[in-house]
C-alpha cells in the first residue's frame, strides 16, 4: 500500500481531535516520527491503564438497532485500534481524545463482577441476556493483565444468566471452559468480528487484533467445543471490503459458524476526522473513492445517526451489498441458526445459599 506520509505503526489513529468536552483544550502534541515510526513500543506510545469505580455496571440499551435490552463494558477505550470504531466517540466524554488516546488510556472497571453480582442477585432482575460489552472488545489486551471479563462470566454462570460475548481476539480461548459450560446449558452466543480475509489490510484497520488465521482458527475451536458461534462481517466499508463478502462467508462458513450478520461503517463524530486522516496517510491513491462511497451510502454524509437506516445504508451501494449477503446467507447458512437462550435456569440460582435447604 501506498504512504506518502509517515505512518505511526502499530496504531489505527494517527491523530488526536481534541475532546469537545475539555473545558480547556490541550495542544495536540505532535508525534516524533523519526522516533516512533520504527518502533511502536518506544514509551510515549504504551498503553496506559486508569482505574475508574463505577457504582452500577449495566446499562439498559435504548437503541433501535440492537437487538439486546443490557450490555456490561468492563473496560471504555480499546488497545486494539480499530480505525473505524464508533466507540471512540465515547472518549471524549471521559476528556479524552477518540484517536490515540482511545486506544492509549484505557479505563479499566476493577469492580465490574462485583456489581454484575449484586444486579444479578436483585429480587427485580428478570433473566435476560447481557450483551459482553457492545460498547469496546471485552478481550482486548487489558484482559489479559485484569483478568475482569472472565471474572464476569463466572457470575454469569454463577447465576445461570445468558449473556453474549463479541470479540475479535483469541483470547476468548483462554475461557473456553467456562463458555463450554454456559454453551452446556444454552446461556452463551459467541460472535467472532471478521472485517476481511487479507491480513494485510487487517493490520491496517485493525492493527492490535488477532490476526486472521487465528480468528479463523478460534471460531473452529469454539464450534469444535460445542459454543454456538455467530460471526459478523463487520463494519462493510465500500471500497475496501465489500468485494469480499461472498468469500468471508463461505469461509466462516465453512468453520461451522451458525449466522452472519453485518453492518455498513459509518463515521460518526470525530471518527470522521481519525478516518480520514488514517486512510489519507496509508491509501492516499483510494481515498478519495472510498470516502464518496461511504458518503454515497449515508445520503451524502460520512455520518448516519438515522435509526433503522444508519446500520445498513441505503442508495445503490447499500442495496448491492444487502443483496450480497442475502446470498451468502442463502447459499452457506440457509440450514443453520443459533440456539435459543435459556431464560429458565437464572430463578433457581439466583439465591445459592437456598440449596442448602433443598
Same mark, same amino acid.
Given at each position: 500500500?501506498?504512504?506518502?506520509?509517515?505512518?505511526?505503526?502499530?496504531?489505527? $489513529?494517527?491523530?488526536?481531535?481534541?475532546?469537545?468536552?475539555?473545558?480547556?483544550?490541550?495542544?495536540?502534541?505532535?508525534?516524533?516520527?523519526?522516533?516512533?515510526?520504527?518502533?511502536?513500543?518506544?514509551?510515549? +506510545?504504551?498503553?496506559?491503564?486508569? #482505574?475508574?469505580?463505577?457504582?452500577?455496571?449495566?446499562?439498559?440499551?435504548?437503541?433501535?438497532?440492537?437487538?439486546?435490552?443490557?450490555?456490561?463494558?468492563?473496560?471504555?477505550?480499546?488497545?486494539?485500534?480499530?480505525?473505524?470504531?464508533?466507540?471512540?466517540?465515547?472518549?471524549?466524554?471521559?476528556?479524552?481524545?477518540?484517536?490515540?488516546?482511545?486506544?492509549?488510556?484505557?479505563?479499566?472497571?476493577?469492580?465490574?463482577?462485583?456489581?454484575?453480582?449484586?444486579?444479578?442477585?436483585?429480587?427485580?432482575?428478570?433473566?435476560? /441476556?447481557?450483551?459482553?460489552?457492545?460498547?469496546?472488545?471485552?478481550?482486548?489486551?487489558?484482559?489479559?493483565?485484569?483478568?475482569?471479563?472472565?471474572?464476569?462470566?463466572?457470575?454469569?454462570?454463577?447465576?445461570?444468566?445468558?449473556?453474549?460475548?463479541?470479540?475479535?481476539?483469541?483470547?476468548?480461548?483462554?475461557?473456553?471452559?467456562?463458555?463450554?459450560?454456559? !454453551?452446556?446449558?444454552?446461556?452463551?452466543?459467541?460472535?467472532?468480528?471478521?472485517?476481511?480475509?487479507?491480513?494485510?489490510?487487517?493490520?491496517?484497520?485493525?492493527?492490535?487484533?488477532?490476526?486472521? !488465521?487465528?480468528?479463523?482458527?478460534?471460531?473452529?475451536?469454539?464450534?469444535?467445543?460445542?459454543?454456538?458461534?455467530?460471526?459478523?462481517? $463487520?463494519?462493510?466499508? /465500500?471500497?475496501?471490503? #465489500?468485494?469480499?463478502? +461472498?468469500?468471508?462467508?463461505?469461509?466462516?462458513?465453512?468453520?461451522?459458524?451458525?449466522?452472519?450478520?453485518?453492518?455498513?461503517?459509518?463515521?460518526?463524530?470525530?471518527?470522521?476526522?481519525?478516518?480520514?486522516?488514517?486512510?489519507?496517510?496509508?491509501?492516499?491513491?483510494?481515498?478519495?473513492?472510498? +470516502?464518496?462511497?461511504?458518503?454515497?451510502?449515508?445520503?451524502?454524509?460520512?455520518?448516519?445517526?438515522?435509526?433503522?437506516?444508519?446500520?445498513?445504508?441505503?442508495?445503490?451501494? !447499500?442495496?448491492?451489498?444487502?443483496?450480497?449477503?442475502?446470498? $451468502?446467507? #442463502?447459499?452457506?447458512?440457509?440450514?443453520?441458526?443459533?440456539? #435459543?437462550?435459556?431464560?429458565?435456569?437464572?430463578?433457581?440460582?439466583?439465591?445459592?445459599?437456598?440449596?442448602?435447604?433443598?
Amino acid at each position: 500500500m501506498q504512504q506518502k506520509q509517515p505512518y505511526l505503526r502499530g496504531r489505527g $489513529a494517527q491523530i488526536n481531535p481534541a475532546s469537545k468536552y475539555e473545558k480547556i483544550v490541550r495542544d495536540e502534541q505532535p508525534v516524533d516520527w523519526a522516533l516512533h515510526a520504527a518502533d511502536w513500543e518506544e514509551p510515549d +506510545l504504551r498503553t496506559e491503564y486508569l #482505574e475508574t469505580h463505577p457504582k452500577t455496571i449495566l446499562n439498559r440499551v435504548e437503541s433501535p438497532d440492537i437487538p439486546a435490552a443490557w450490555s456490561l463494558n468492563p473496560y471504555q477505550g480499546c488497545e486494539h485500534g480499530c480505525i473505524y470504531c464508533y466507540a471512540r466517540n465515547t472518549h471524549p466524554y471521559w476528556g479524552f481524545s477518540a484517536g490515540l488516546d482511545f486506544e492509549q488510556k484505557i479505563l479499566v472497571k476493577r469492580n465490574a463482577a462485583e456489581l454484575l453480582e449484586k444486579e444479578l442477585q436483585k429480587k427485580s432482575w428478570q433473566a435476560a /441476556p447481557v450483551m459482553f460489552a457492545g460498547n469496546t472488545d471485552v478481550y482486548q489486551p487489558a484482559e489479559r493483565k485484569f483478568g475482569i471479563t472472565r471474572a464476569c462470566l463466572e457470575v454469569f454462570w454463577k447465576y445461570r444468566n445468558p449473556v453474549s460475548l463479541i470479540t475479535k481476539n483469541s483470547l476468548v480461548l483462554r475461557d473456553l471452559d467456562l463458555l463450554k459450560q454456559l !454453551a452446556s446449558e444454552h446461556l452463551v452466543h459467541v460472535a467472532v468480528s471478521i472485517t476481511t480475509l487479507n491480513e494485510e489490510l487487517r493490520q491496517f484497520l485493525e492493527p492490535r487484533t488477532a490476526t486472521i !488465521a487465528q480468528r479463523l482458527k478460534t471460531l473452529e475451536t469454539l464450534t469444535d467445543h460445542g459454543v454456538p458461534v455467530f460471526v459478523m462481517l $463487520a463494519p462493510i466499508i /465500500p471500497g475496501l471490503n #465489500e468485494h469480499e463478502i +461472498l468469500g468471508m462467508a463461505k469461509t466462516v462458513a465453512e468453520r461451522g459458524a451458525l449466522g452472519i450478520g453485518y453492518t455498513m461503517v459509518r463515521l460518526n463524530g470525530d471518527v470522521g476526522l481519525v478516518f480520514e486522516d488514517w486512510l489519507r496517510k496509508t491509501m492516499p491513491d483510494r481515498a478519495d473513492k472510498v +470516502l464518496n462511497k461511504i458518503r454515497e451510502a449515508h445520503g451524502g454524509n460520512l455520518h448516519d445517526y438515522r435509526p433503522g437506516t444508519r446500520m445498513r445504508g441505503e442508495g445503490k451501494i !447499500a442495496e448491492i451489498i444487502r443483496d450480497q449477503f442475502r446470498l $451468502a446467507r #442463502e447459499k452457506y447458512f440457509s440450514d443453520r441458526k443459533m440456539p #435459543e437462550y435459556n431464560l429458565d435456569l437464572h430463578e433457581r440460582h439466583k439465591t445459592p445459599q437456598l440449596r442448602l435447604f433443598g
